[in-house]
């Protein structure tokens, strides 16, 4: 069974404007998904769709084989955790410890106390239970969110735009655990712009165009098309294609010739 399932889904805002049309994906257990594409395109409508914050205008959302119309709001959050681009919209309490309780409810004490400390070890942040979560830097603030996530155990998590407003230490800090999440069998799906990031972590994107998927399908093979003007590749994929051209290297592959001089910069102190 797919972890989601999307058949011919349609949605439209209330003012009319089509935001998604004739949507068709189907996202199975322990992907490592990116969602990309320009300002309106669609890409945060389409998530909003997976834990029922958004119902379709036509056609059918199904997570785990269960119609989100027909699903309740404790199993679609139970199974589905999004973590916002602005993380302070999500924290409110007066301690970090505080914060990753408040969304475990009906669980006996060992198994909370359990839950918030194997959650704030997953990231970093097991020193930090009693101080308030304002003074946290943002991406501190970032990976508490994650934490109070992660500690609900939802088989699907979602980021949106996850790392604007973090340096790369941090966003690589940030993807680090989602692919930890992902190798223990979580599906992680994450909405950006960030192509570096999508090229490191990703092994599928889709690109969204105008409501619709415009691209399904393997990152590397994305990143090799020289003709795609929808999203903006990484500086090293375009540095690739460049000595593919001058060098002409008809044995490697721009992705080789890319891993390549990606290797040879991070040796160097670049990255």
């Known amino acids: 069974m797919k972890a989601i399932s999307i058949e011919n889904l349609d949605y439209s805002y209330k003012n009319g404007f089509e ?4 949507i068709n994906l189907e996202i199975g257990s ?3 998904v990116a969602i990309v594409g320009e300002n309106g395109s669609g890409k945060t409508t389409l998530v909003k769709h997976f834990n029922g914050l958004l119902l379709p205008s036509n056609g059918k959302v199904s997570i785990f084989g269960e119609d989100t119309r027909k699903s309740t709001r404790t199993y679609l959050t139970s199974n589905v955790g ?3 681009q602005n993380p302070d919209t999500m924290l409110f309490a007066d301690t970090v410890e505080k914060e990753v309780l408040f969304g475990l409810r009906n669980i006996d004490i060992e198994e909370t106390k359990n839950r918030v400390d194997k959650s704030l070890k997953s990231v970093g ?10 003074y946290l830097s943002r991406g501190e603030r970032q990976r508490l969110a994650f934490a109070c996530i992660i500690a609900m155990k939802p088989k699907i998590i979602i980021l ?3 790392t604007t407003g973090l340096d790369a230490r941090e966003s690589r800090k940030l993807l680090d655990i989602a692919e930890d999440l992902r190798s223990k069998g979580h599906t992680i799906i994450i909405v ?14 889709i690109v969204m165009e105008n409501g619709s998927i415009f ?6 093979d994305l990143l090799s098309r020289r003709d795609n003007k929808l999203i903006k590749k990484p500086a090293i994929t375009e540095l690739s294609h460049l000595y593919d051209g001058i060098l002409r290297l008809d044995n490697f592959s721009v992705e080789d010739i890319a891993s390549e001089l990606a290797s040879i910069y991070k040796t160097r102190g670049g990255i």
């Open 19 to 22: 935001a998604l049309k004739k």
């Open 30 to 32: 322990g992907e490592f």
């Open 82 to 84: 999004l973590i916002f």
């Open 125 to 134: 942040l097991d020193n930090y239970k009693e101080k308030f979560p304002r």
């Open 160 to 162: 949106d735009e996850p």
């Open 192 to 205: 950006t712009h960030s192509m570096e990031l999508v090229a490191e972590y990703s092994k599928r994107t």
């Open 215 to 220: 691209y399904d399908g393997p990152t590397r």
